[in-house]
């Protein structure tokens, strides 16, 4: 649902406004159709996964029509950007890579881009130029032969066997919401970048924030400026979960697991002076499921091969997770914890619709409620512990639930999933063919870290979660004997940082933006 957002509402929307300025027809049927399925899954009960299987299959549809609609929206939109640059100047197989910048604020970090040349050709140094002829700064990920689609208006799509080559590159101050485009300058000096944010078997560099993997799995983070180490971060807890779609309910003889007794294997999955990745495996054995009418966790347990991929960036303070797996288990919560060690910490901040919220981290006495407090809270991009010094941020790609705990290391948690039997507790009805809820499938999960000085405004947490959800996008063209638009251009800039975009679209009337 939230990639299904994000596409629709930062991308598609505005690179048709964008093009529509340009003089091209604004796609409205189409944006309205996406909008209208979107929509359809925002009711109560869909978009909080506490349906029948049917239902939830119905939104996990919708979202894909969405992602269909809004992709192929944001590749004409985009396209049209890039096909419209002026190519006067440049030779008929002169090759243009175009990074796109979704935010009003000029960016500058590393991108990962794709570049298919005729299989016939066989140069192997290239270098990217600006138009100034600067060199941007590119590391190579691999290449591969393969048949690749090219879309035309007028024929049927066409295939042509390419060399694919598949690199990350520095792409430097990218206009506001518009654009850089780079020259691809075959058989050019080689300027593919040497170095390696390697620092031993386990721990990755950058300059500005490290990362060292402990021996069970869970990692201690650096900021290297400050020499302020943030320890333990990445501990697995599992515990039992007996309520139903709405309400969470332990067993009566509840039993924690976490990963502190877990053996890890790390690799180096890939390395360079942009770009680098450590893939921690972590075997961890949890219960398999509940026993008797809510009573206590079974003895018998399967193991979840977790796999958490821990990615930095050259410049940047992120450091970037994906955690995957294949749940095995039935009748648990799978929680992830971030010990801040803000100790002074009072309050969490979480972004949410509009706003960032302040929540005290102490829970308040439930004695008498008919719903005790959990200390459990929704959040949108981010949530932040911070004392007004210092502070963690954890940013998240559609994983809505934390925990601030109460504790002297103020330890941040994030729910990965909660899997338990279809039924409602209130109504005293089961459903037991209904299986859905206990997400026994392939899992996978995209978060962030970013440490920082100050609260979440002065740690300028809002623009690095934008960076970390909407990052540049990089296509190739080539040359223009018609298009006007400059090599590099920006359409919009929005230079007070309190102010955040939420949409850019062609108006209702159809008359302005």
Known sequence: NRIAELELSRWSEPAAALAWMNGHAYPGCFLERAWKLLVANHAHDSLSGCSMD?????????????????????????????????????QADDVLLVAFNPEPRPRSEIVAAELDVSADE??????????????????????????????????LPLRMRTRTRRFYFLAANVPPLGYRSWLLKRHGRNAIAK???????????????AVEVLAHGAWNLVDLARNRRFEGLGLLEDDGEVGDPWVRYAPKEDRLVTSADCRADVRV???????????????????????GFDQKRSDETVVLDVEHQLTLRAGSRRLEIVTRFVNLARDHRLRIAFPTGVRGAVQAAAESAFDVVQREIRVPDGTGWREPP???????????????????????????????RDDEARTLVLTLMRCFAQKNT????????????????????????????????????????NAFLLPLRAAQTGRSLTGTLPRSLGFLEVTAPELQLSALKRSEDGRSL
């Not at 990920?141 to 090219?150: A, N, P, Q, Y």
């Not at 459903?431 to 499938?441: H, R």
């Not at 979440?456 to 623009?463: D, L, R, S």
């Open 426 to 465: 209130v109504r005293r009805a089961e459903y037991p063919d209904q299986p859905g809820s206990q997400c026994l499938a392939p899992q996978e999960f995209r978060y962030a870290l970013v440490p920082h000085t100050g609260n979440w405004e002065q740690g300028g947490v809002p623009a690095e979660t």
């Open 195 to 209: 170095g390696s944010m390697i620092r031993g078997d386990r721990t990755l560099s950058n300059g500005v924030i």
């Open 374 to 404: 959990s200390g459990c809270h929704p959040h949108l991009g981010f949530v932040d512990v911070s004392d007004g010094r210092e502070g963690l941020a954890l940013l998240n790609l559609g994983i809505p639930q934390y925990e601030v």
């Open 54 to 90: 049917a239902v939830h299959e119905d939104t996990m549809d919708r979202n894909r029509q969405v992602r269909i609609l809004a992709g192929e929206l944001s590749v004409q939109g985009l396209g049209r950007m890039a096909a419209a640059i002026d190519g006067a100047s440049l």
């Open 122 to 155: 066989t140069f192997e140094d290239f270098e990217l130029l600006d138009a100034d002829g600067e060199t941007a700064p590119v590391q190579l990920r691999g290449e591969e032969s393969r048949l690749t689609i090219f879309q035309s208006p007028h024929e």
């Open 269 to 291: 999955l890939e390395d360079g002076p942009l770009c680098a990745t450590l893939e921690v495996r972590v075997p961890f054995r949890i219960p398999a499921c509940a026993l």
